[in-house]
């Protein structure tokens, strides 16, 4: 049994998958290839953005969000607690300060609240000016937008969605990637949608700051060419052959992939919820369930099920172990008030279950054995 079974879908779509890569092999356009402007083109339309650019892979995406707006010295960016470093990697690389806010004890993504909350802290100390939002969609799970939107309107700052683990999501019918002034995603293999090796996009709307991302993606390019180079950019392109494998992925994830994830998604909380905490999906939102992950009730309970699941030979991983405000790299930067509570009581209980579109029936009621045996 695989944790997400890579192997299963590639079975599945096998013949398109190569076909495309032969296509791309006989043309020799390994970069910038006509693959990538048709895979832009469908993300944008999916997602409902005037823009998609494409690039090396999700971090990047983020990075260049941040350099598109300016982002450094002397800036505050503030970020959800539980999330992946590269949510806030580039505030360490260009000067700016993360500070972290507690998430929402249902759907473990970035609480109004603490944001507000730790706003009007930097605001009262001073030292910083308030510039970012960086709202994640954790676990395949849609941010509170209704609640976060007018909070960044209020005090003026960019709103930058990381829909790395939400592509196929959607918040009362929108889909991830659509929200904030710029929004990011990744293309890694074991992402919702993901590709052979790294990848990543970044949605926008405006004419101008699209026309500057492409050029930051290639070098600070001007208008005559990669020769003319009238910015500081950097070299982060998607390959011909990760567009032509992501390509019918994507056709797959739209028609029935996503569907699948609800399905499975469905057996685990019939089996779980009266023996643990289950995922909370917002009424009119949809997960795509990047992960599953379950609360068991305390910290010696999970390790119990944990070291079950690892003898009978199970997969299982923990989103996350630490929050972000505890890893080392992040202790100097500023801590004010806020306890955390939430952050750290999720990542005491958590732990995360095989999820995927291809798992059978029958391999998820082995799961579902194995950790009801472990109680």
Request: charged share 20%.
């Amino acid at each position: 049994m695989q944790f997400i079974d890579l192997k299963a879908q590639y079975n599945v779509l096998k013949d398109e998958i190569d076909a495309n890569i032969r296509t791309v092999l006989e043309s020799a356009k390994y970069i910038g290839g006509p693959e990538v402007k048709e895979l832009e083109t469908k993300l944008a339309e999916f997602v409902g953005r005037k823009h998609c650019i494409t690039c090396a892979n999700g971090t990047d995406a983020l990075q260049i969000a941040y350099m598109l707006y300016g982002i450094g010295q002397g800036d505050a960016v503030f970020c959800p607690d539980i999330t992946f470093i590269s949510s806030t990697e580039p505030s360490k690389m260009f000067g700016a300060a993360s500070v972290f806010c507690d998430i929402q004890p249902d759907t473990y993504n970035l609480s109004p609240e603490s944001l507000e909350k730790q706003i009007q802290a930097v605001l009262a100390e001073g030292k910083l000016t308030p510039k970012a939002v960086v709202a994640v969609d954790i676990l395949g799970n849609p941010c509170d937008y209704d609640s976060i939107i007018p909070i960044c309107e209020k005090y003026n700052l960019i709103l930058i969605e990381d829909a790395a683990q939400s592509f196929g999501a959607s918040y009362k019918g929108k889909k991830c990637g659509s929200f904030g002034h710029i929004a990011t995603t990744s293309f890694f293999p074991a992402k919702p949608l993901g590709c052979y090796g790294d990848g990543g996009a970044i949605f926008l709307d405006d004419d101008e700051l699209a026309a500057v991302c492409r050029s930051v993606c290639v070098h600070g390019k001007g208008p005559r060419g990669k020769y003319d180079n009238i910015r500081v950019g950097m070299n982060s392109r998607l390959d011909t052959i990760q567009a032509a494998i992501l390509l019918p992925k994507f056709k797959a994830l739209a028609d029935y992939e996503v569907d699948n994830r609800q399905q499975v998604a469905k057996r685990y909380n019939e089996a779980f919820a009266p023996h643990f905490t289950t995922p909370f999906v917002q009424d009119g939102c949809v997960s795509v369930y990047a992960q599953y992950a379950i609360l068991a009730k305390d910290t010696q309970t999970r390790d119990k099920v944990v070291a079950h699941l690892t003898q009978k030979k199970i997969p299982n991983m923990i989103y996350y172990p630490t929050p972000q405000h505890a890893l080392p790299v992040f202790q100097n930067e500023p801590h004010y008030e806020e306890s955390f509570i939430n952050a750290d009581d999720y990542c005491a209980r958590t732990l995360s279950l095989p999820m995927h579109p291809y798992l059978s029936a029958e391999e998820q009621q082995q799961v579902i054995d194995a950790v009801l045996e472990a109680l």
